[in-house]
């Protein structure tokens, strides 16, 4: 009984988490990912020595 439980949570919980990774692979992203780079700009967090 317990083993058709721990296979039925297990599969519940691939489930979720193949639902997660196909259908909302961008939700737990960075969004500074998605702007363009510019090439002639560097980012102001890098600091010449």
Do not use: R
Request: no cysteine; charged share 15%; proline share 14%.
């Amino acid at each position: 009984y317990y083993t058709i439980k721990d296979i039925l949570g297990i599969l519940i919980m691939f489930l979720l988490l193949m639902i997660l990774v196909l259908f909302f692979p961008d939700l737990l992203g960075d969004p500074d990912n998605y702007t363009p780079a510019n090439p002639l700009n560097t980012p102001p967090h890098i600091k010449p020595e």
